[in-house]
């Protein structure tokens, strides 16, 4: 299950240790730079908006959950037809 984070007021932060490709640390850095941000508040910002995007699509998911139906017969042959 996906842990989606709820606004709920001013957090205490945690400090994380990870690894990253230099590249996406040079371009995050000069993104952050460019934003007047500090990496820091960068890198949650762009957490932040990717764990919002997710939501949106399990939301999408949710609500179209069983909108087509299909038999099993027209199911086997949609999956077998090696055309795709």
Same mark, same amino acid.
């Given at each position: 299950m996906l842990y989606i984070l709820e606004n709920r007021g001013k957090l205490m932060k945690k400090k994380i240790g990870t /690894?990253? #490709?230099?590249?996406i640390l040079f371009a995050a850095k000069h993104m952050a730079l460019l934003?007047?941000?500090?990496?820091?508040e960068f890198l949650e910002?762009?957490?932040?908006?990717?764990?919002?995007?997710?939501?949106?699509?399990l939301n /999408?998911? #949710?609500e179209t959950k069983g909108v087509m139906r299909?038999?099993?017969?027209?199911l086997?042959?949609?999956?077998?037809?090696?055309?795709y």
């Open positions: /690894i990253l #490709d230099e590249d934003q007047r941000k500090t990496l820091s910002d762009a957490i932040r908006t990717y764990l919002e995007m997710q939501k949106e699509n /999408i998911s #949710d299909i038999s099993p017969g027209s086997r042959k949609v999956m077998e037809d090696e055309s």
